[in-house]
Nanobody, 123 residues
C-alpha cells in the first residue's frame, strides 16, 4: 500500500502565498507522476498542476505564472508553491500520485489520492 500525507493548507489573505507538500510512503516501486487537484464543494475535481518523474510540468491556465509545482524524487514528495492567491483559489486541494506499487506477487499501477487540505483565500 501507499500512503500520502499532505500539509500546508490554511487561511491566507488575497495576494498572499502558501506552500503545499505531499509525501508518499509505503511499497513504492516507482512514481510516474505527482499532481495537485482542487475541488470546490460538489463541483468536479480539477487539475491544478502536475509533474512527471522526469520533471515535465503541466498547469491549469488559471494558475499559470502564480503557482509552481516541484518534486523531490528521493523523498517522493511534491510541492505546490502558490503565490498571488485569489479568493477563487479557495478549495480543497488534493494530491494524487501515479505509482507502481510493489506487492509480493508483483507490481500494480495505481492512482493514489491524499485526504485533501483546505486552502481558504480571504478578500
Amino acid at each position: 500500500q501507499v500512503q500520502l500525507v499532505e500539509s500546508g493548507g490554511g487561511l491566507v489573505q488575497a495576494g498572499g502565498s502558501l506552500r503545499l507538500s505531499c509525501a508518499a510512503s509505503g511499497s513504492i516501486f516507482s512514481i510516474n507522476a505527482m499532481g495537485w487537484y482542487r475541488q470546490v464543494r460538489e463541483k468536479q475535481r480539477d487539475l491544478v498542476a502536475s509533474i512527471t518523474s522526469g520533471g515535465m510540468t503541466n498547469y491549469a491556465d488559471s494558475v499559470k505564472g502564480r503557482f509552481t509545482i516541484s518534486g523531490d524524487n528521493v523523498k517522493n514528495t511534491v510541492y505546490l508553491q502558490m503565490s498571488s492567491l485569489k479568493p477563487e483559489d479557495t478549495a480543497v486541494y488534493y494530491c494524487k500520485v501515479d505509482v507502481y506499487i510493489d506487492y509480493n506477487t508483483g507490481l500494480r499501477y495505481s492512482e493514489v489520492w491524499g485526504q485533501g487540505t483546505l486552502v481558504t483565500v480571504s478578500s
